[in-house]
Nanobody
Framework: VQLQASGGGLVQAGESLTLSCAAS????????MGWYRQTPGKQRESVAG???????AYKDAVKGRFTISRDNAKNTLYLQMNTLKPEDTAVYSC???????????WGQGTLVTVSS
């Protein structure tokens, strides 16, 4: 299974970005998926997750600004990020947990930089 993350970039505070995570090698519609982020010197933190039923969970700091979604037809996970803040600057990585929780798959990170 491979996860290909994309969509990062440099934006100004208040702007929006949408990250994508395309899965290949398996159909992930029944898997739990999500996004983590990490900045230098800090621990990786969970940003948002979505289970196979479509239930979502968010880090408090992004609630109301970020929306996680999935397009099962495209085998792709998204993270819509609105009203970005400089503190959202990080490398964002997607993950996928198979239905049997056998292991976690990670995509490569995509850098999001928010300037003030």
């Amino acid at each position: 299974v491979q996860l290909q993350a994309s969509g990062g970039g440099l934006v100004q505070a208040g702007e929006s970005l949408t990250l994508s995570c395309a899965a290949s090698g398996a159909i992930v519609s029944a898997w739990t998926m999500g996004w983590y982020r990490q900045t230098p010197g800090k621990q990786r933190e969970s940003v948002a997750g979505i289970n196979r039923a479509g239930s979502t969970a968010y880090k408090d700091a992004v609630k109301g600004r970020f929306t996680i979604s999935r397009d099962n037809a495209k085998n792709t996970l998204y993270l819509q990020m609105n009203t970005l803040k400089p503190e959202d600057t990080a490398v964002y990585s997607c993950y996928a947990d198979p239905w049997d929780n056998s292991r976690r798959y990670w995509g490569q990170g995509t850098l999001v930089t928010v300037s003030s």
